[in-house]
């Protein structure tokens, strides 16, 4: 857990956390709390707060919504408006790993199309589809600010660079076989990767959990930090 | 080329191990411009960015110290950093975030206390949670020594950092529609007037800056305004950093001093175009920049000022190199396709617009553009952006949909040969709707 402000921005710890979503885990009780304390006003915590309902709900539920928009002081339509804005705000069932595949102008330059369709059979779903087992969600999504090092996937949003077709097939195999807990980006991209953007300097001890953005602050990240 | 400091890649390139740390960033020097800056005035301060003359980084290429003149005088007042990143072919930021966090919090503390601000947010985009990470446990650092939080350095100046992530939207590094998505709002551009400066988070007075502008403050406290302003050509001062992708044989991040030509950038920096091939054009900064062509451009200055009369824009720094064999219908089609599916709606010619372009050059792609396709695109240019002119006119609260129109148009400047071979080819198909 971070570190707090030197003070708070907002009163969040007025708002009955422990009332409104009984159901979380202790931890991100708390995490909902320190957010809420971010701003100067309590909605600004909206989008943090959905990515957390994300986290504990698998993906955003109408309860999730229903929750986040107490916590926030919102109503549900207030809160549907924006995670319907945002692409990274799943309202449907998602995958336990989510594939990004970049098809954006670098990617597209270098093979980025190969690359989705690599990944599409090899994990047996369409384009912005789930697999039958639940394991994969496949979309290709716009530039992922790593074009230097295209085509780039991202499992979790964990970044893998110079990904050909074939690597892209071993990585859905390994996924599926080893079935980490926990993905790190620079053993994805030593196992799976090629050309990089640029240094990555030292490797990495945390990775993601979920296809949830892994941020300390919405409790998405693994490993150790 | 002549040498220069690498202001914003030194550290990360003498300490690859370590460069993100606290530890290394104030064995290198890191915090020694704060504890100067907090000696002097907050006016002082600004002034010193006023003379360094530079001009931001995140597309526009504003002066920053004219744009911080423009803050209003109400508290409480807010710096807004702008770490979206998310115009294709750009990945500096993300070199400057994961890499080196500290310059850019040193430039937010000693922005903020120029400024009168006492809180700043670092909004980045969604799918980078790596630099996130790197960048919260540099803030979390910051505040254990002090350097952030109340009465910094005994100097009783406080200020706060939240770092916010976005949720994958583009549009979202348009600054206002970034304030909107920092209140808990849809992620959709305000009108202006009035500007952040004036009205901006929460109706109050903000200042919104890129990551790379931001990371150079450090560095011009220390050495001084005049010195940054003495780097590169007039009107492209300091050291910029670049982001090369596509068809070359040294794809990367480039710190440079501007005023080399594209030729010279193209050969020199990036290693020339891959497998020996020719170079048919290059995007000179960022998909929103009208594309350059090697008869007309190689032997151009890469300035800001030389890139703009030439009818583009070094925008984002992203260089995007394309090479003979490229099908430039598919990579206009591939670029209106990111505009279409980024418009956030809200203004109908860029909303219907982006996607009528998009649909018309999957027609002719697919062998199904019909003659009269082309004075139609062209009609549909000109709905969003008035009489195709550089820098374009706009018929949209923000200028996302004329950046749709810039593929276009420059496929139909230097390839309309091309496109019309591709409809002639094609089966074309009378009387069919447009899709
Ligand atoms: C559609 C759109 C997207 C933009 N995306 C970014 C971005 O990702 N990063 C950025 O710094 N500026 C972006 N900008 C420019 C910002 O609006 C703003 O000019 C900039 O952040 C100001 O910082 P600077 O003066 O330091 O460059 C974008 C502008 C538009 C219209
Ligand atoms: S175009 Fe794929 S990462 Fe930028």
């Not at chain 2, 200042?207 to 406290?221: D, K, L, R, S």
């Amino acid at each position: 857990m971070t570190r707090p402000m030197t003070q708070p921005m907002t009163q969040g710890t007025t708002v009955a956390i422990d009332k409104i979503v009984p159901g979380w885990s202790a931890p991100n009780r708390e995490r909902a709390r320190w957010l809420l304390e971010r701003y100067p006003q309590r909605r600004s915590a909206l989008m943090p707060l959905l990515y957390l309902a994300q986290l504990e709900h698998g993906h955003l539920t109408d309860e999730a919504q229903r929750q986040v928009a107490e916590l926030t002081g919102l109503t549900a339509a207030q809160v549907l408006a924006v995670s319907s804005f945002y692409t990274m705000y799943k309202r449907d069932h998602v995958g336990r790993y989510l594939i990004s595949v970049c098809t954006s102008i670098s990617c597209y330059l270098l093979g980025g199309d190969d690359v989705l369709e690599a990944v599409e059979i090899q994990a047996g779903a369409h384009d912005g589809e789930t697999s039958p087992d639940g394991l994969f969600t496949v979309e290709h999504v716009e530039c992922l600010g790593a074009c230097g090092g295209a085509p780039a996937v991202q499992v979790n949003y964990e970044m893998i660079e110079g990904v050909r077709p074939e690597k892209a097939r071993g990585l859905c195999d390994w996924l599926r076989t080893a079935s980490p807990q926990v993905v790190f980006g620079d053993e994805m991209q030593a196992l799976f990767g090629g050309q990089r953007s640029f240094d990555w300097g030292p490797s990495e001890t945390e990775g993601a959990i979920a296809p949830v953005p892994a941020f300390g602050p919405y409790g998405s990240v693994g490993g150790s930090s | 080329m002549t040498d220069f400091p690498r202001i914003l890649t030194r550290l990360m390139t003498e300490h690859p191990s370590d460069s993100h740390t606290m530890a290394r960033y104030e064995d290198s020097g890191g915090y020694q411009a704060l504890r100067h800056g907090l000696a002097m005035a907050p006016a002082d301060v600004a002034a010193v960015i006023k003379a360094s003359n530079i001009r931001g980084r995140g597309g526009a290429g504003f002066p920053t110290g004219v744009k911080w003149g423009f803050l209003a005088p109400a508290t409480p007042r807010y710096l807004v950093i702008n770490g979206d990143e998310s115009e294709p072919g750009t990945f500096k930021d993300r070199q400057l975030l994961e890499r080196d966090p500290h310059a850019l919090i040193e430039g937010v503390i000693l922005s903020a206390y120029a400024l009168g601000c006492n809180h700043a947010f670092i909004y980045i985009r969604g799918e980078y949670p790596k630099p996130a990470r790197r960048v919260q446990h540099a803030v979390d650092d910051a505040y254990a020594a002090g350097y952030l939080g109340g009465d910094i350095l005994g100097s009783g100046f406080d200020v706060e950092v939240t770092v916010h992530l976005g949720a994958g939207a583009y549009i979202c590094g348009e600054e206002t529609a970034m304030l909107n998505s920092l209140e808990g709002l849809r992620g959709e551009p305000r009108i202006k007037p009035p500007f952040p400066a004036v009205q901006g988070l929460y109706a109050k007075p903000t200042i919104v800056n890129n990551v790379e502008t931001i990371a150079n403050v450090p560095w011009m406290v220390r050495n001084g305004g005049g010195a940054y302003a003495a780097i590169g050509p007039q009107g492209s001062s300091g050291t910029r950093l670049f982001s090369l992708s596509g068809h070359v044989n040294r794809p990367g991040n480039y710190e440079i001093v501007m005023g080399m030509t594209w030729g010279e950038f193209i050969e020199d920096l990036g290693g020339g175009v891959r497998n020996g091939r020719a170079l048919k054009t290059w995007i000179p900064g960022g998909a929103s920049a009208p594309w350059f062509v090697p008869d007309e451009h190689l032997h151009l200055p890469v300035t800001i000022d030389d890139t703009g009369k030439a009818g583009s824009m070094l925008g984002s720094g992203a260089v995007v190199v394309m090479d003979e064999t490229t099908n430039v219908v598919a990579a206009a089609h591939r670029m209106v396709r990111f505009f279409a599916h980024e418009s956030c709606g809200l203004c109908t010619p860029c909303r219907e617009g982006c996607d009528w372009l998009e649909r018309m050059l999957w027609r002719i792609l697919n062998g199904h553009g019909r003659p009269y396709d082309l004075e139609m695109l062209l009609d549909v240019c000109d709905n969003i952006s008035p009489g195709l002119r550089w820098p374009p006119a706009q018929t949209t609260i923000c200028p996302l949909g004329p950046s749709a129109v810039q593929p276009v148009r420059s496929i139909l400047t230097w390839f309309r040969d091309e496109v019309e071979a591709m409809i002639g080819a094609g089966r074309g198909v009378e009387g069919a709707l447009v899709g």
